[in-house]
């Protein structure tokens, strides 16, 4: 494993959207893995793959209940609302409150290939949210409400 480089703001990487995966190899398992490092290296709460540079549909997370790794993952159910401060490691030094879901069902592969479905709550459904944001180009700045 290694720690890849966080692309900052300002970089286009962030604002383009991510390919879907079309092939679980070692490769994409060698990218996973690098995202877990580096994101536990600067003590984050998530990581998409843009963030390394890569515009791949893979997100990490961990928001202290274990490691959390989706590909392809997408949101197929939200429900409530919650406002709370974001912060995200491609703008260091910047926080600010972002309205999310409360509750969210997200679908996605594990590693091996299989179907998985998980629901989150709060800073879960928040991670989710602000992850999957990423591949498509947005950033919470965009969606900033003070
Ligand atoms: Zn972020």
Not at 99 to 115: E, I
């Amino acid at each position: 494993m290694a720690i890849r480089r966080v692309v900052k703001d300002g970089d286009p990487t962030l604002r383009k959207k991510s390919r879907k995966i079309e092939k679980i190899d070692q490769r994409l398992i060698t990218l996973i893995e690098d995202m877990i490092e580096t994101m536990y290296d600067a003590n984050g709460v998530g990581l998409a793959a843009p963030q390394v540079g890569i515009l791949k549909r893979v997100i990490v997370i961990d928001i202290g209940d274990g490691i959390i790794e989706l590909i392809n993952p997408e949101i197929m159910k939200e429900s409530g609302e919650q406002t709370d401060v974001e912060g995200c490691l491609s703008v260091p030094g910047v926080n600010g409150d972002v309205s999310r879901p409360q509750k969210v069902k997200v679908r996605g592969l594990d590693r091996k290939g299989n179907m998985v479905e998980i629901e989150g709550e709060d800073l879960l459904a928040r991670a989710f949210c602000h992850e999957i944001d990423h591949l498509e180009g947005i950033l919470f700045t965009d969606k900033v409400i003070k």
